[in-house]
Each structure stands twice: as C-alpha cells, then as structure tokens.
C-alpha cells in the first residue's frame, strides 16, 4: 500500500485535524441548549456527575468501536460492516438512513440561527424579545427557505472542498473561535446580577429532583452529544491515519464535547436565572430556550446586540460543523458504494438534502396540517432518528462487534497506534452492559415521546 494515494481515499492530515472535525461534529446544538436544560431539570451536579460517568465509560465504548470499524475496514458506514462481516452488510444501510433522515432537519435549525444571527447584527435584538417573533419567523415559508438555503450552501461548499481542506479545516477554525466565544459569554453572565444562584443551581448536587429518568436522560443526551450511532465516527475513523491513536483521540473528543457542555450550562443557566429572578421555570423551555427565551435575556443586558450576535454566531459554528459532519458521512456513503465522484455526490446530496428538507420547514405554515402520531414534521424526523433507529443502531453495533467480528478485532486495530488503556471496561461494556442500557433508553425514550411516561 503507498502511502500516497493516487486521489482515492481522503484522510485528515493528523491526530488533532481528526479531533476537531469529531469535536465539530459532536458539539452541536445538543451541547448549548439541550445540556443545560437537562442538568438544571434533573438534579443539577447529580446529573452532572452521572452524565459524566457516561461519556467515559459507555460513551467511549462505542465511540472506539465505531472509529476502529472505520479505520479498520477503510470504508464509510454504507460499506463498512459488510466489509468485516458480509452478513451484516444491511446494518451499513441503517446506519446510512439515520444521518440522511437527520440532515434535511438540522438544515432547517441552521437556517433559524442564521436568521437570528443576521436580526442581531441589523440591531434588531428587541424586536427578536418580542413575543411572536419566533412563530412568525415560522410561518414565512419565503424566510425559511431562504436561511436554510444559505446554511445548505455553506455546508455544500465546504464539502466540495474535501476533507483535509474542507471539513478539517473549517473545524480547526470555528471550533478554537467557539471556545473563545463561550468564555466571553460564560465571564459576562457569570457577572449579571444573580447569577451565581444560577451557577449554583447548575452544580450543587439536590437529591429532590433525582431519579431513574435522570438517569435515562443523561444516557440519552450523551449518545446524541457525542455524536454516537450515526454513522458518522465510522465515516471519520475511516479518514484517521494508521499511525494515530485512536485511545488517546477518543479521550480528547470526549473531554471537549463534555467541556462545552458545561461551558454552554455556566453560559446559559446564571443568564436565565439573573433575567428571570431566579424562577426555574424559565429554563424549562425545550428549543424555545434558545430562540424564545435568550432573546429576551440579551433585550435587558447593556449590549444587547453584541452578545445576541456573538451568541448566535457560537451556536452556528456549534451548528453547521455538526451539519458538515452528517453531510460528509451520506457523501462519503455514495462515493464508496457507488464510485460516483465527489462533487457529484455532494451536488446529489445537496440539492436533495435542500429539497426534503421544505418539508419539516413547511410543517409549520402550509404543512401545518401533518401531524405524524402526534408530532409536527420536523420533531417527528427528530423523534424516529434519535428514539428509536440510533438506539437500534447502536444495539446492533454493539451485537457485531461482540458476536460479527469479535471484540479482539476492535482491540487488534486500536493497538496499532499506541495504547488502550480502558480495553477491559471497553470489553465488558459492548458485550453485556451497553446493550442492556440502549435496550433501556429505546424503550423509555419511545414510551416519553408518546406521552405514556414523562422523563
Ligand atoms: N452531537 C450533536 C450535538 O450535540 C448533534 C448531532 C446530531 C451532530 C446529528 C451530528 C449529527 O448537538
């Protein structure tokens, strides 16, 4: 094998050009809303604590395995288990639905933030406090479609580009500019008066508020944060260079995820609460957090304007590296199947990706109508990826590695660059405990979403 490929197989130039893109990915809009709201509804430092445990533990079980899988077949999420295992070769597809069901909807978000972003920086941060603003943002099919067709285009053009100068390089930029950002906010609503009950409520341990379904919850954000059963670290093993660790990476992606998680908690917790005199309630709020919510807080501080914009520019590069990463791993998918070149696969997905996603987008106006077993649209694409086909994904990811191809395959390519510190919880985690836990979050996730029981 030369080591210079003649234009076949992407990689990224190194260990940390892969952990920026992974981190990219991982860091999303998971991180700056869904995070804090979790941890302040289940228990503050309790969940903290537990959510923690998690990522380091199953977390990174799976997250190692599904690198080593792309690593080791060299090969993204379509073809990479049958090239293990022929007889797991239908895994590769469900795992390729999952990010093609996920990307028409994060479209459709990215393109909210970008109109929020631009509002902010035409001065306009009172109007986007006032009540209404969101819904009607959601009701101007011609706004929509204009904002996620921007955000689509971005993350068309940084695709084309290929991975080393695109996807790395876009993530080594934004992901360094997010940290920054997230200080800058984080120091000044530290600062606001009444904030520190903020923080305190996000880190003191109450018991009150604890229980199974916190435990349920911090399962499920870490899966969804860390970007897991999606397809996507297959894709992004398949570009690490053989002489990179994949232990020690792993380590890295998940310390960073976890470190902006908290960030975005210290950021947003101490805000809401200063704003609103220490009622709870406010943070309670699911997306209209971020859109309903924030906007409000940012109308009372002194500039509004310059925070409203620096926050919405934090949550679109949080946004659109995560998009990139899902629009790599379906183009990815096409080229390796297919032999269909890059571009084209990029224009395919593109254009298509744009075109579906009208229809989460319309959900709210034209297509008002469409409700699917009780959901709109957009949380209804939201509900079947993230409730039910990644747990299913992941269980399954799971069975292939204990019973497909064995767990000595996933150690064998992790021990060819450095060590593996963690081989034995990694062992006993994807054979017995992971699948028990994911059969449990699917089932408690699918009984939530359908309003039987209330996590
Ligand atoms: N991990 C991202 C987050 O925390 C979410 C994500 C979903 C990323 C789908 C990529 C694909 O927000």
Redesign the pocket.
Known sequence: MGNKQINKRHTFTGGLGFVMAAAG???????IW?FPYLAAKFGGGIFLLIYILFVFTFGYTLMIAENAIGRKSGKSCLDAFGALNKKWKLLGVLATVI?CI?LPY?NVIGGWVIKYFVAYCSGLAQSAAQDGYFDAMLASPGQLTLYQGIFTALVVAVILRGVQKGVEKSCTVLMPMLVVLAVIITVYSMTLPGAMEGVKYFFIPSFENFSLSSVLAAMGQMF????LA?G?MIAYGSYLPKNSSLDKNVGRIELFDTLIAVLAGLMIIPAVFSFSGGDRSALNQGPGLMFVTLPKVFAGMSIPNIIGALFFFLVFA?AIT?AI??METIVASICDHFGITRNKAVLIIGIGSFCVSMLPSLGYSVLSWVNIIGFDILDFMDFITNSVLMPICALLTCLFVSIGIGTKAIEDEVLISGSFGRRKLFNVMIKYIAPVLIIAILVSSVLNSLGIISL
């Not at 990915?25 to 991180?31: E, H, P, Y």
């Open positions: 990915s991982a860091v999303g809009l998971g991180n869904r990010p996920i994060y969804y944060s860390l970007s999606m996507i949080a995560s990463s899902i």
